[in-house]
């Protein structure tokens, strides 16, 4: 099965500045989540997609945050302006449908300077 | 608000010797369970999904069982490798369609 495609790997930045990563999920899939992860911990949902539509960013910090799937199928997460605590790995992930098995990428490692 | 534990946080075993790692939550409505890998620098694995009405689940030398009375599931590595020193992570969805919870992850470490 194809994999969930993720870029860029890192991204090193300084603070208050912006920055996007982007998602392809599996075709096919109409469920795409975003997930931070802190070093240690497991990762936390950000927002999730049905298709277009978003079905929960109920904990997305939406001062800085935004997250768009225009089109139902890639997706754009970005942040500005960053913050020192915003310094973790972003993780994507998709599935055919609410409740089946979420494939993930391998994440975009983000440090803030 | 559901929330996982995996106890303990790190675990070091030789080689051969095999794995058992534990994983509770607080809310026993879940929808069913899912067991991930996570390398350094990656992204997850999923490694087995045990629905609500199971009570077990095997893939290779990997056994997942769950108990939902008890809000506990554990995955059992048998004959464990060097290959299979990772973070493993348990997470839930509350309902079908529901975001997953995480538990914090085992980092085990297994020495040739």
């Known amino acids: 099965e194809a994999e969930v495609a993720q870029s860029p790997r890192y991204k090193i930045t300084e603070k208050s500045q912006a920055v996007a990563f982007w998602c392809d999920p599996i075709?096919?899939?109409?469920?795409l989540y975003w997930y931070r992860q802190i070093l240690g911990q497991g990762p936390e949902l950000l927002v999730q997609?049905?298709?277009?539509?978003?079905?929960?960013d109920s904990q997305l910090p939406k001062d800085r945050f935004s997250a768009e799937r225009l089109k139902g199928v890639d997706s754009t997460l970005k942040i500005q302006p960053a913050e020192l605590g915003d310094s973790a790995m972003y993780l994507c992930?998709?599935?055919?449908?609410?409740?089946?098995?979420?494939?993930f990428g391998d994440g975009t490692r983000l440090s803030i300077l | 608000k559901q929330e996982v534990t995996q106890i303990p946080a790190a675990l070091s075993v030789p080689e051969g010797e095999n794995l058992v790692l534990n994983c509770s939550f607080t809310?026993?409505?879940?929808?069913?369970l899912q067991w991930f890998r996570q390398d350094p620098g990656k992204g997850l694995t999923s490694l087995l999904l045990?629905?609500?009405?199971?009570r077990e689940q095997t893939s290779g030398r990997l056994n997942a069982s769950l108990d939902k009375s008890s809000g506990r599931s554990t995955l059992y590595i048998a004959a464990s490798q060097p290959g299979d020193s990772a973070t493993y992570l348990c997470?839930?969805?509350?309902?079908?369609?529901?975001?997953?919870?995480f538990g914090g992850g085992t980092r085990v470490l297994v020495k040739p």
């Open positions: 992930a998709s599935s055919r449908a609410g409740g089946q098995p979420q494939h």
């Open positions: 075709s096919g899939h109409a469920t």
């Open positions: 997609f049905q298709d277009e539509s978003v079905v929960d």
């Open positions: 809310d026993s409505a879940i929808y069913n």
């Open positions: 045990i629905q609500s009405s199971q």
């Open positions: 997470a839930v969805p509350q309902a079908a369609g529901n975001k997953l919870t």
